[in-house]
């Protein structure tokens, strides 16, 4: 059983009966406490859906839910839901969009390195590769001359996604983003 100081994004966890998958973690030190820190963790209940904002002691101890993870690509948009073929046995798997809305913003057709996440037989999230190659469809136009790590302006990826990329990059470029911060890594 990991303590809460060890669980990550997307972690799947059993509490108060219930299975949750981990959308955002944030951590916090109070003054006067002696050195506890503090995780708050926003949680969705993989059934309903519901929201949950827990906040835990770092030390304490919580319990992982079962969960499987398999390999899968992006097919299509069906109305509200996005469709995931897997890639073992080219079976459908349809997730709705506000349950995974953090993680459409890095997914096109392209997209390598999916992983369905599975909690009890129900499909509850996407889990992303470290980096995804995405096109800039929008952004200031280039300006001749400036270094690599000069300053930086807005771009709007193919997928809708707003990150900030060095002055020398244009529109039609294809680049590499990282999935975890949402920061430009380089060119593609």
Known sequence: ???????????????????????????????????????????????????????????EMLK??????HPVMFSYIDGDEYVFMSNEDYTPYHLNKDSISEEVQFINEETEGLQLIIVDDVPVSIGLPASVDLVITETDPSIKGASASA???????STGLIIQVPEHV????????????????GRA
């Open 170 to 185: 244009s529109t039609g470029d294809k680049v590499k983003v990282n999935t975890a911060e949402s920061k430009f890594m």
């Open 1 to 59: 059983m990991p303590k809460a100081s060890e669980i990550k994004k997307n972690a799947a966890i059993e509490y108060n009966g219930g299975t949750y998958i981990v959308r955002d973690i944030q951590r916090s030190v109070p003054q006067g406490r002696a050195g506890g820190s503090l995780y708050r963790m926003r949680m969705y209940d993989v059934v309903t859906g519901s929201k949950v904002d827990e906040t835990f002691k770092a030390d």
């Open 64 to 69: 992982f839910a079962e969960l499987s993870r």
């Open 151 to 157: 300053r930086t302006k807005p771009a709007t990826l």
